[in-house]
């Protein structure tokens, strides 16, 4: 009981924020880390099958299936920060129903698309670039893994559920315990059963099963955050959640879409470029996944304590986001360098795929500093109700970052041109995205008035609290 309790009560409005960065941020990337490990784990031995369109097979599914994921990173942020901000505020009812509200609204969308995808599988990865055997590959490994996305977003959410209340270290056994699986399951269905490519495919849906069971205990058992919500509720509730989840959303999608555009001008350049570059896909979350983390850790951070109007601490949080960033950015830098022929080696990576894997280990790796700002800082916009700044943010380095540079790179220097236009791409937003984080934060707290008894959080729809029943 006395554990429940202090879960309960805004844990992050307290205490120091460079701990909770860090101790928020180890535990989310513990999991991450096993979670992308058993990717780059699947691509190893996919590569011991000694075909490379397999590797580059993956890849186009992989980015078609980021998609998907994108949109329910988007439901995850939106879930996370109403029930933060209500924590903070000493709302657990209110949490308790946007959280039940989030997640039948994470099924019923992400079952449309799911369908909506499956009709046009084909289609999609042609236009990614897939052809041929390659291209026969993709299909066959996106229609084992397509189903199950249902699955994966509902789990996400209630792990990002969890992680707003602060225990991210059940967080973390949930993204742990799918990776065990998996990683468990990759040799013996690949190599034991002989299915190769679709036994990677089947170890990720049986993970994918094993991730939403474990969240679920979490989230229900442990904390009883969800409720029973009437057809009214969550029809009232859809606005607030959209408010949120609509903008992150389509901030999220422009990372997909940026790849995207990566992977088809990479295609001109041969199976092999494509292949080095999906190697270089599994590798680069597994070396940042304490970067990917940290956007997840700030936002609980920064929901509460804005929940709580300490808007001190919410700066303070910030700060130490960005030193985090930069030190582990260039500790990765250092360890990539050393790594870069192991890697080759161990990915039996040849011809453009080798080339491309040490230019980027060896030149390229200290651009993703400026992915990190932009992590932190969409993470803040979204925890403060000003999610559309961080859709303009991460357009904009699509758009008018990536886009532009790889095109270019792809003219003047071929498929190392491709790398280094996605790699330099977020540079100047990453560090304009944060400028506009510390502005965000001192605006609020000018127009912060402190009063005795805190009001409820939901300050973007007040309607729907003012019809929130008691429970």
């Known amino acids: 009981m006395s554990g429940k309790a202090?879960?309960?009560?805004?844990?992050?409005?307290?205490?120091?924020?460079?701990?909770?960065?860090?101790?928020?941020?180890?535990?989310?990337?513990?999991?991450?880390?096993?979670?992308?490990?058993?990717?780059?784990?699947?691509?190893?031995?996919?590569t011991l099958l000694g075909e490379q369109e397999l590797a580059a097979a993956v890849?186009?599914?992989?980015?078609?299936?980021?998609f998907m994921v994108s949109v329910s990173i988007g439901l995850q942020i939106a879930l996370g920060a109403l029930v933060a901000r209500s924590e903070g505020g000493h709302r657990r009812d209110l949490a308790r129903r946007y959280c039940s509200s989030a997640?039948?609204?994470?099924?019923?969308?992400?079952?449309?698309?799911?369908?909506?995808?499956?009709?046009?599988?084909?289609?999609?990865?042609?236009?990614l670039g897939a052809s041929g055997q390659t291209l026969d590959y993709a299909v066959s490994y996106a229609s084992i893994v397509l189903p199950s996305m249902p699955v994966v977003m509902l789990g996400m959410s209630m792990a990002g559920g969890v992680r707003a209340l602060g225990?991210?270290?059940?967080?973390?056994?949930?993204?742990?315990?799918?990776?065990a699986v998996n990683g468990a399951l990759d040799p013996l269905f690949i190599f034991t059963f002989g299915w190769g490519l679709e036994g990677a495919a089947m170890a990720?849906?049986?993970?994918?099963?094993?991730?939403?069971?474990?969240?679920w205990y979490a989230l229900h058992k442990v904390h009883n955050l969800p409720r029973r919500v009437s057809?009214?509720?969550?029809?009232?509730?859809?606005?607030?959640?959209?408010?949120?989840?609509?903008?992150?959303?389509?901030?999220?999608?422009?990372?997909?879409?940026?790849?995207?555009?990566?992977?088809?001008?990479?295609?001109?350049?041969?199976?092999?470029?494509?292949?080095?570059?999906?190697?270089?896909?599994?590798?680069?979350?597994?070396?940042?996944?304490a970067i990917f983390a940290l956007s997840g850790a700030v936002g609980p951070i920064v929901g509460q304590n804005a929940g709580a109007g300490r808007y001190d601490r919410v700066r303070s949080t910030l700060a130490n986001a960005v030193l985090f960033n930069a030190v582990y950015v260039a500790l990765m830098?250092?360890?990539?360098?050393?790594?870069?022929?192991?890697?080759?080696?161990?990915?039996?990576?040849?011809?453009?795929?080798?080339?491309?894997?040490?230019?980027?280990?060896?030149?390229?790796?200290?651009?993703?500093?400026?992915?990190?700002?932009?992590?932190?800082?969409?993470?803040?916009?979204?925890n403060l109700h000003h999610a559309h700044w961080a859709t303009f943010f991460n357009f904009g380095r699509?758009?008018?970052?990536?886009?532009?540079?790889?095109?270019?790179?792809?003219?003047?220097?071929?498929?190392?041109?491709?790398?280094?236009?996605?790699?330099?791409?977020?540079?100047?937003?990453?560090?304009?995205?944060?400028?506009?984080?510390?502005a965000l934060v001192r605006k609020l707290e000018r127009q912060h008035v402190p009063v005795a008894v805190a009001p409820v959080v939901d300050i973007t729809v007040p309607d729907v609290v003012e019809r929130e029943p008691p429970i």
């Open 6 to 46: 202090a879960l309960s009560q805004a844990v992050f409005t307290r205490g120091s924020t460079m701990r909770h960065v860090v101790v928020m941020t180890a535990a989310s990337a513990t999991g991450l880390l096993a979670m992308f490990g058993v990717d780059m784990v699947d691509m190893y031995f996919l």
């Open 59 to 66: 890849g186009y599914a992989g980015t078609l299936l980021f």
């Open 103 to 127: 997640l039948w609204f994470s099924v019923l969308l992400s079952t449309v698309l799911s369908l909506v995808t499956w009709f046009n599988l084909r289609w999609l990865l042609e236009s």
């Open 167 to 179: 225990d991210a270290r059940r967080s973390m056994w949930a993204t742990l315990s799918g990776s």
């Open 204 to 215: 990720s849906v049986v993970a994918r099963l094993v991730l939403l069971a474990v969240a």
């Open 231 to 289: 057809p009214r509720e969550l029809w009232q509730d859809l606005r607030p959640i959209m408010t949120i989840a609509g903008p992150a959303m389509l901030t999220n999608l422009a990372t997909p879409i940026g790849g995207a555009f990566v992977l088809k001008t990479m295609s001109q350049f041969g199976d092999s470029a494509v292949a080095g570059a999906a190697i270089l896909g599994r590798i680069t979350p597994v070396a940042f996944a």
């Open 333 to 382: 830098w250092l360890l990539l360098w050393s790594l870069a022929d192991l890697i080759v080696a161990a990915f039996s990576a040849s011809d453009a795929a080798a080339q491309l894997i040490r230019f980027y280990c060896n030149f390229l790796v200290g651009a993703f500093v400026f992915n990190g700002m932009l992590f932190v800082a969409n993470a803040t916009f979204n």
């Open 398 to 438: 699509a758009v008018l970052g990536t886009i532009p540079a790889v095109y270019l790179g792809a003219q003047w220097y071929g498929a190392r041109g491709v790398l280094a236009g996605e790699a330099f791409g977020a540079l100047l937003f990453g560090m304009l995205a944060m400028v506009g984080a510390f």
